[in-house]
């Protein structure tokens, strides 16, 4: 695709259920990124792909929370276990490092845990 | 001390008004910098990427103070429609990774 797609776009789930957020990166970026964004407040970062691997997932909150990446393309962010506190907007970004840092974002998933 | 820090605001200036923003960040090595734009409710899009002789688009300007390591974003004749946050982001050290500050949020009063 054109851009950077993520599904899906909304996300409620019940307390204590798994979920799992996808993202589509730009054709051919490397590079991708996880962030949580809760309303009002700015981007908290989750972790970074280079690859398939993850070299920083220092800012995972807790055990709760994993992701992987397959084939340098899609990725999946999941989370057991959710709490309220998880309600927010998840967005995935991705880059093409060997050109320009400059990341592109997905519209984001925005999970509600009731 | 974060790796990349911005002045919250929010800036509440008036329509016609000329607004600069700032972003510290604590790397030497960073090699890579951008400004990004967030809507409410929206996701973050890139507004221009900042060079070392500085950049100009239009009636924005961004800057590299590599010294002091900071990057700025001046905004002239401001318009009801850049009310928004603006983010800034520079690249970890000598990586790829992407650090993002937590924006400054900017409102245009008419």
């Known amino acids: 695709g054109a851009g950077v797609s993520q599904s899906p776009s909304n996300k409620v789930t019940e307390k204590g259920k798994d979920v799992e957020l996808r993202c589509d990166p730009i054709s051919g970026h490397t590079a991708l990124y996880w962030y949580r964004q809760r309303l009002g407040q700015g981007l908290e970062f989750l972790i970074y792909f280079q690859g398939n691997s993850a070299p920083d997932k220092s800012g995972l909150p807790s055990d709760r929370f994993s992701a992987e990446r397959t084939g340098e393309s899609v990725s999946t962010l999941t989370i057991q276990r959710t709490q309220q506190e998880d309600s927010a907007v998840y967005l995935c970004a991705s880059s093409d490092p060997g050109v320009n840092t400059e990341a592109f974002f997905g519209q984001g998933t925005r999970l509600t845990v009731v | 001390r974060k790796e990349v820090e911005q002045d919250p605001g929010p800036f509440n200036v008036p329509e016609g008004a000329t607004v600069a923003f700032n972003c510290t960040y604590s790397n030497s090595a960073s090699q890579s910098f951008f400004w990004y734009r967030q809507d409410c409710r929206k996701e973050p899009k890139l507004l221009m990427s900042v060079y070392s002789s500085g950049n100009e688009d239009g009636r924005f300007t961004a800057q590299l103070n590599r010294a002091s390591q900071y990057i700025s974003l001046l905004i002239r004749d401001s318009k009801l429609s850049d009310s928004a946050t603006y983010l800034c982001?520079?690249?970890?050290?000598?990586?790829?990774?992407?650090?993002f500050g937590s924006g400054t949020r900017l409102l245009v009063r008419p």
């Open positions: 982001a520079v690249n970890k050290g000598s990586s790829y990774k992407l650090i």
